[in-house]
């Protein structure tokens, strides 16, 4: 049976995802290298067709461009009535989204798949209405232009030197049953510009000065056949997975390399360069670890570590696979990703070992089917490998004694049965010895452990006893039976432990590097950052270490923070240098300035190395460990991942506060210039008046003209004051002088400072004083310039003759001040924009530097207490002024009752 109709979850997952693609309607794309290729004409006709095979098409939008021959091709077609959109004041017409899922046709045609739609859609973008239609079972034709997909988008704009802001993502396209590509050669498509089939004379003129330049054309023309053939590509991929198809289909040439830990590796690495540079194609370096992976020497697992190395240096992908069959192992990747050859070293070890173990060579040709095997002469040049490497011994003697040990106590053991069982039972013990053997130490003491048991099974048991002499001849069978036996147990045993360590070693690296990335990744401040990573990286590696980024001289320096463990104290700036400048390792262990206590590795971003990270291994044998080594660059790596999108984040975060603070320079510019030069010039037209004196000027004039300037200069004040509060709120040096004051005593301070200003209105205030009247702690001038502010804003923006309503109440919490008025109230999605600074709802009809609600929202927050505007029943506003009531308070109040009371009965 196939091994994929064996997996449950897979069969059902298949299942679930065909009853989805059954519902969704299937999404066509005509691809476009650009403008004028023919895509909606390419479109139509293929609708045309199915419409007369009597499939129900509509249009729902088909951008003409006022070319005749897309127009002709319109006749027939059911066009759907747009939806008419007003925004400022201009009638804009949108796809009917609603009409099309009312009238649901078999296929609609949705013309510019990428267009933006006015505000007030339902969605921002066309794309968006495209994959509603398709959920609704509803099939689209679409056309888009490459320009337009979003992961190109950079290179488009690198080529044509013209930011293209309307996108499609690639995970939309990717959803797409079929693309077509609608190609023309660049010279006809400028012919055809040149003709104006394409854009009015005087537009094709300026396209062909900018976008639409030869060079141009030819980028995207070559940009839109590379991505048309990746997604052929990912579509036949996706066939073969979903028909079963193991076997590949070379219609593209994938190369694949096995290395091993021989020196002779970087031959096969080379050719592997030179052969996939030839044909132009994809190239893997693949590394099988085996059961016995860590059996390997330090050199050999260095080797394989810079073989590795070598190959991504030179442009290739790089795998590490799993197995205990290298062949199957490869077999089954080249399989998996679709490779066409596979090239492999020259067996050269002696043939009677290839007879007896194996070839992997022989293996491969005989499981690889249809996909070709490139034998390669080795090269006689091997890799360089750091002198300080050291070759460890596979198994200790300790090992071997403990083996022999295991086989005396199972000889005791078996002779205290040998009286009471069969020689086959007494066996058995030898058997469990060696397993036992296997299990806790290596092959080589199994080995061991497998020719002392059939030793001392022969010796002690087998007659003549005491002898190794065998008087029949049958014990010889059962001699080599029993270490056959042993020597396989011992051997898979030994094979299974060498796989679970190598599986231990791999899952630990995996949670590792996985707690390291979710750490990283949830961090946005830069300090914490680089205390986390460091962190992970002294506790995995029992290091010190320190981090340098280049300072504004150029030189390394180490980043400062305030805490974290095992900070490297002194790292060698030199060295850091060297790393940084030439993107290597450097430092202790390696060929390049050895001689350091600590190893410098580069942090390597997207584009350029960023900074250097430096380690001093309290245990540096450690690190001679290739593998320990890989797992540092790798830690490394993330580490330069997240320190380069937290650098992104902060140069962000400036010009985001460069632009605010330039905006907010503009407002104030905008909004003072406006009320100073009003006042100023009262007061220069009156006090010219004066000085110049007329006749006609009597002294009444004169008062009046004096009045104007003492008002005009008050208002000055007022502006210039608001100012500088808003200031002094914004640095946070505003100082609070908090007393005890009756709430009745602040609100006729502000009615008498803005008395003058009433003109007959009417005021009316209601204090709900219950048993003890209501005291706030606040600052009794800045509190006053919150209530007179809010009363300012009712007498300016409601009309004359309203009354305005002063309103306060407390309970256990909270002391509440209400100032309403009579106006025409504040709409709800003005509400929160009226209290930021320098917004005013009518700019022309109101004076005012729009910082009134800005400086109350400072003062309330100030005084931990908040401000909010609500509509009054009847129209006008609310504006809440809340304030908390301290446990200071209470108790005071209620020294001052009890104060009161002994007064009273004294």
Known sequence: MNEDLRDPDLLLSRLQEQEILSKRGRLKIFFGAMAGVGKTYTMLESAKALQDNGVDVVIGVVETHGRKETIALLDGFEILAPNKIEYRNTLFSEFDIDAALKRKPDLILIDELAHTNIQGSRHPKRWQDVDELLNAGIDVYTTLNVQHVESLNDIVQQITKIPIRERVPDSFIEKADEIELVDLPPDELIERMKEGKVYFPEQATRALENFFRKGNLIALRELALRTTAERVDAQMEQYRESNRIHEPWPTADRILVCISPSPLSIKLVRAAKRMASKMRSQWVVAYVEKGAESSLSAPEKDRVLQTLRLAEQLGAETVRLSGSKVSEELIRYARQSNVAKIIVGKPARPRWREIIFGSVVDELIRLSGVIDIYVITGDETPLSTNASTRITPISRSSDYIAAVLIVAIATLIARSMFNYFELSNVAMVYMLGVVVTATRYRRGPAIVASILSVAAFDFFF???????????????????????????????????????????????????????????????????????????????????????????????????????????????????????????????????????????????????????????????????????????????????????????????????????????????????????????????????????????????????????????????????????????????????????????????????????????????????????????????????????????????????????????????????????????????????????????DNPQASSGAGLGLAICTGIMEAHQGRIWVEDRPGGGARFHCQLPRSKDLELQIGEESSLKEKSHGA
């Not at 380069?644 to 003072?672: D, G, H, P, W």
């Open 462 to 840: 087998v007659p003549p006893v005491l002898t190794f002499a065998v008087s029949d001849t049958q014990y010889l069978v059962t001699f080599l039976v029993m270490f056959t036996v042993a020597l396989v147990i011992s051997t898979l045993t030994a094979q299974v432990k060498q796989q679970a360590e190598a599986a231990r070693i791999r899952e630990r690296r995996t949670a590792s590097l996985y707690s390291l990335s979710r750490h990283l990744s949830s961090t946005a401040d830069l300090d914490d950052l680089i205390e986390t990573g460091l962190d992970h990286l002294a506790e995995e590696f029992e290091a010190d270490v320190a981090i340098l980024f280049p300072a504004e001289t150029g030189r390394m320096a180490a980043y400062e923070l305030s805490r974290g463990r095992h900070l490297l104290k002194t790292p060698d700036e030199g060295v850091a240098q060297w790393s940084f400048k030439n993107g290597q390792i450097a430092g202790l262990g390696t060929n390049t300035l050895h001689s350091a206590k600590a190893i410098y590795v580069p942090l390597k971003g997207s584009e350029q190395v960023i900074g250097v990270m430096a380690l001093c291994p309290r245990h540096p044998e450690k690190l001679q460990n290739p593998e320990q080594l890989h797992l540092l660059e790798t830690f490394v790596n993330q580490m330069a991942i997240a320190c380069e999108r937290a650098f992104l984040s902060q140069e962000n975060e400036q010009s985001r506060l460069q632009i605010r603070t330039e905006q907010l320079r503009n407002s104030l510019l905008s909004s003072v210039s406006h009320d100073l030069r009003t006042p100023l010039a009262t007061i220069t037209g009156a006090a010219s008046s004066i000085i110049e004196g007329s006749e006609d000027l009597d002294i009444q004039n004169c008062k009046d003209m004096a009045e104007e300037i003492y008002r005009e200069g008050n208002r000055l004040n007022r502006l210039v004051k608001n100012l500088l509060d808003m200031t002094r709120l914004q640095e946070g040096s505003l100082k609070l002088k908090k007393e005890l004051y009756p709430i009745d005593d602040l609100i006729g301070a502000a009615l008498c400072a803005v008395e003058s200003q009433f003109a007959g209105r009417n005021v009316n205030v209601d204090i709900s004083k219950a048993s003890n009247e209501i005291l706030v702690s606040v600052d009794p001038v800045l509190f006053q310039q919150v209530l007179v502010n809010l009363l300012e804003n009712a007498i300016k923006y409601t009309p004359e003759q309203s009354p305005i309503d002063i309103e306060a109440s407390q309970d256990d919490e909270f002391v509440d001040i209400i100032i309403s008025d009579h106006g025409p109230g504040i709409s709800a999605e003005k509400r929160e924009l009226i209290f930021k600074k320098f917004y005013r």
